[in-house]
């Protein structure tokens, strides 16, 4: 009996250094086992996925809103898997693919429930937004029609419209079949008139706000207006008729009424102040105050400014596209209001001071 326990606490009694491999390989493996469970603990992310369409070349897209070009996506998995995703993003792998190549007219709707094409399978997808995208389509239609220009306001006062010109003047459109249908003409978008002071030769936009149309649709005509400056008449009273020596001289009548012809525009800038009567005439002898106090006349056909008489002065830039028409009175006289001091006289009445 005593022989058997002494065997027992031979076999119990252990030393530190028994079996140190088995307690090394022991160690590795539940580190081992511990490092793998972490490894697959579940995290989150939240990614970007590019949305690619595959739209039918026969149909057009009704919808008044920007189809979405992005989707954004809730995923879970491990740290490992998700950045292998990442990865796969950025290289451009991983994207959702909206086939509607043999969509018909109608309304159309796609999921983006499904995971993304690319998206590996250890990757749980939870959310999504936007979780769908609906399209409306309608057939395709070609049409040809005439172009309307559209106009908004008037010319400014003295300006006319003489002619317009449309290139070309009938367009094709290629749009949806239900918004071409009941159109006679298609418009261009209004030119404004009321600052127009020139002729026009620009490309001028179609309207087509509200349709749908097709890339390959016209979409702007060449318009060219033909704006011209319209002539007429200008009465202006009380212009002043003056002579230069007005100490000695006096002009009588001293005003007089003067009707012009001319472009609209210049004449509308011409006021008393701009438009005046001068005497042209010799007066330095008697006989030239003889001539100059008999009468004076305002004469349409005067050519030169040596031949006596009143000539009607404009102060503008574009004066000499104005003419004179008509001038009441058309005669004048200058009066000597002092006669004129000889050389001897004015010497004699320095020497009496």
């Not at 002494?6 to 079996?19: E, F, I, Q």
Request: glycine share 8%; net charge negative.
């Amino acid at each position: 009996m005593a022989a058997e326990r002494g065997a027992w606490t031979a076999r119990l009694s252990l030393r530190p250094g028994d079996n140190l491999g088995l307690k090394v390989l022991s160690l590795v493996l539940a580190l081992m086992g511990w490092l793998l469970a972490r490894g697959e603990q579940t995290y989150q992310e939240v990614v970007v996925v590019p949305v690619d369409y595959l739209l039918p070349t026969d149909l057009v897209l009704l919808n008044g809103t920007t189809l979405p070009e992005r989707v954004v996506i809730q995923v879970s998995g491990s740290k490992a898997a998700l950045g292998g995703m990442k990865n796969q993003l950025r290289e451009g792998a991983i994207q959702y693919l909206v086939d509607l190549e043999d969509a018909e007219p109608g309304r159309a709707v796609h999921s983006f429930r499904l995971p993304p094409l690319g998206m590996s399978s250890v990757v749980t997808l939870q959310t999504v937004s936007p979780a769908e995208v609906e399209l409306q389509f309608d057939a395709l239609a070609k049409r040809t029609l005439p172009v309307q220009l559209s106009v908004r306001g008037s010319l400014p006062t003295g300006y006319v419209l003489q002619s317009r010109d449309i290139e070309p003047g009938f367009v094709t459109l290629m749009g949806a079949r239900s918004e071409l249908a009941d159109l006679q003409a298609i418009p261009t978008v209004p030119v404004q008139l009321s600052t127009r002071r020139s002729s026009v030769d620009q490309t001028i936009a179609l309207d087509l706000s509200g349709m749908h149309m097709h890339p390959d649709s016209a979409t702007s005509v060449q318009v060219r207006l033909d704006i011209l400056e319209q002539a007429g008449d200008l009465q202006l009273a009380e212009i002043p008729v003056v002579v230069a020596d007005q100490q000695r001289f006096k002009v009588n009548p001293s005003v007089c009424t003067v009707t012009l012809f001319g472009p609209q525009p210049v004449l509308a800038e011409l006021g008393a102040e701009s438009v005046r009567g001068e005497v042209v005439a010799r007066l330095d002898t008697e006989e030239d105050r003889r001539v100059a106090a008999s009468e004076l006349i305002w004469d349409p056909a005067r050519v030169s400014d040596a031949q006596p008489g009143i000539v009607i002065r404009i102060d503008h830039a574009r004066a000499g596209e104005v003419v004179v028409k008509a001038v009441e009175p058309a005669a004048f006289a200058v009066e000597l209001l002092a006669p004129p001091v000889a050389d001897g006289a004015g010497a004699q009445e320095g020497k009496e001071d």
